[in-house]
């Protein structure tokens, strides 16, 4: 089993940037793919970035939503993924989770039944 934390949610000016980071434990081997999903008031949870592979060669897939604006990378010495958030929105205003799952990322990294590890979630609000 893996257990995942994130940090790094808080309080933001739209225009301005954030950085999640999730840290794995635990059965780390199980985390070829590690994403980040989130949920805006009101909505279901939904599918933002995803990144496998290892320092010669990443694959990295995002949600159109937050193409250009945010990036996803892993530092996979460290079992940890990281989110950076520019150019942030009151749109991206949600719980943030990161996920993690032995599977490759290729195949429908966007779908929330992929991934068997979850964190906690971590708060991002973002104001006018």
């Known amino acids: 089993q893996v257990q995942l934390v994130e940090s790094g949610g808080g309080s933001v000016q739209a225009g301005e940037s954030l950085r999640l980071s999730c840290e794995a434990s635990g059965y780390t081997w199980e985390t070829n793919c590690m994403g980040w999903f989130r949920q805006r008031p009101g909505k279901q949870l939904e599918a933002v970035a995803s990144i496998s592979g290892d320092s010669s060669r990443y694959y990295t897939y995002y949600d159109d939503s937050v193409k250009g604006r945010f990036n996803i990378s892993r530092d996979n010495a460290k079992n940890s993924v990281y989110l950076t958030m520019n150019s942030q929105e009151p749109e991206d205003t949600a719980m943030y989770y990161c996920?993690?799952?032995?599977?490759?990322?290729?195949?429908?990294?966007?779908?929330?039944?992929?991934?068997?590890?979850w964190g906690q979630g971590t708060q991002v609000t973002v104001s006018s």
């Open positions: 996920a993690a799952t032995s599977s490759r990322c290729a195949d429908a990294w966007y779908s929330k039944f992929k991934y068997g590890s």
